[in-house]
């Protein structure tokens, strides 16, 4: 994906774990689960709004020509 090896994600890893310390990475970690659920549920009700929107203002839109 971005041409990351094992050494790098490893370095990576470590560098979390020093700024972040041990006790807090499950809380990091199910805090990041929660965000990127909250995106996916997002993105997916985002979907049906547009449409939803779309036949709104059409009706508004032949309620105003009538």
Known sequence: MFG???PEL????IIILV???G???PKLA???G???KE???GLKDGDGDDKK???KTTSKKDDKKS
Not at 10 to 13: D, E, P, Y
């Open 4 to 6: 990351l090896g094992a």
């Open 10 to 13: 490893i370095i990576i890893l």
């Open 19 to 21: 700024i972040f310390g």
């Open 23 to 25: 006790s807090q990475l």
């Open 30 to 32: 199910r805090s990041l």
């Open 34 to 36: 929660t965000s990127a």
């Open 39 to 41: 995106l996916r549920k």
């Open 53 to 55: 929107d779309d036949k």
